[in-house]
């Protein structure tokens, strides 16, 4: 029998990570990640080749996270796992292993959404923001502000109306032709240009939404006509392009961020997901921190990309709460906030 302390084992397959992690009250003990290479000859994920890459993986890091925990399967109080969004393909293997794993254990089952995982990121680590406080959630697949009240009671204020910022920077750096991922690479050449140097069209939405496909449009033209005159343009301004390029998605993020932060007059203010780890990003919000007075608040580097730690302090929160599923539960590629 589990004993009285809150042992769960978090599982996330969302995408291109397979990661397992073990939470004992509320403190996560380990993050395992597989990270599939695979991906890279294709420019991107490949759901197929994401899925079989899960399967393959799976035992091993959930083997990984209860040993370098010490604790045996049957100490077990319960499995957490991402139901959504996400792949159909990588969020069955996970959801599968997650329900017979509880089913022969005899534990409770809790389902997670993958993006309110990401905020709750930030209360592995001290400090922890105070409530409510704004969380800007960046990804390849979601940009979000999100208005967090409480453990398990959030709010999306304003997001994207079309692309996710991370999938901006990602076509920008294909553009460029930089390889997969791009995000990271264009943060790291962005360091060394200026990002003053070149002007991309912003996309002005009303509220606190966002809208990233126009700036795709613009930097494709933008880099067209300048290949016309010169075909050496890109490699000899590659440095300054990527600094302009990521300082404008930046600044278009920070611009609602802002608005947003006077608008609910909240002065506590946290970033996550995988574009959080863009030091671009970091740094700027940073220094707008310091002219509006915000205190802000950003996850270790292996909390901002896709990880189990996440899922299982979000699965702590909910097994307080006793909010189980039973086994009828189904990945959700689609799922809402």
């Not at 959930?62 to 010490?70: E, F, I, P, R, S």
Request: proline letters at 4%; glycine letters at 8%.
């Amino acid at each position: 029998m589990p004993s009285a302390d809150i042992k769960i084992l978090a599982i996330e397959s969302s995408c291109d990570e397979t990661s397992a992690a073990i939470a004992v009250n509320g403190k996560v003990l380990n993050n395992i990640i597989a990270t599939q290479s695979v991906h890279e000859n294709y420019g991107g994920v490949v759901p197929e080749l994401a899925s079989r890459a899960h399967q393959l993986n799976i035992v091993p890091v959930v083997d990984q996270a209860l040993k370098g925990a010490n604790i045996d399967k049957n100490e077990l109080s319960a499995v957490a796992f991402t139901r959504g969004p996400g792949l159909m393909g990588a969020l069955l293997v996970g959801a599968s292993f997650a329900k017979a794993t509880a089913l022969a254990l005899d534990i409770p089952l809790i389902e997670v959404n993958h993006m309110q995982a990401h905020i709750l990121a930030h209360f592995i680590d001290d400090p922890k923001p105070k409530f409510p406080f704004l969380c800007l959630t960046v990804s390849g697949g979601h940009t979000q502000i999100v208005l967090v009240k409480d453990f398990l009671e959030m709010e999306v204020v304003g997001e994207t109306q079309d692309d996710a910022v991370g999938e901006a920077f990602d076509k920008a750096a294909k553009m460029l032709g930089l390889g997969y991922p791009g995000g990271p690479m264009v943060d790291r050449l962005a360091q060394k240009g200026n990002p003053m140097r070149f002007e991309f069209p912003k996309t002005e939405m009303p509220g606190l939404s966002y809208s990233f496909s126009g700036i795709k449009t613009g930097i494709l033209y933008f880099l067209r006509d300048e290949l016309k005159k010169d075909e050496k343009f890109i490699e000899d301004n590659m440095n300054d392009l990527c600094a302009s390029i990521q300082h404008t998605l930046v600044s278009m993020l920070l611009q609602k961020l802002r608005k947003a932060a006077r608008q609910y007059k909240v002065d506590q203010i946290a970033i996550a997901g995988g574009v959080s780890a863009n030091s671009g990003l970091r740094n700027a919000l940073n220094d707008l921190a310091t002219q509006e007075n915000w205190q802000v608040y950003i996850p270790a580097f292996e909390y901002c990309t896709d990880n189990a730690g996440m899922i299982a302090m979000a699965g702590h929160f909910k097994y307080q709460k006793q909010e189980f599923v039973d086994q009828s539960i189904s990945a959700l590629p689609r799922m809402k906030f």
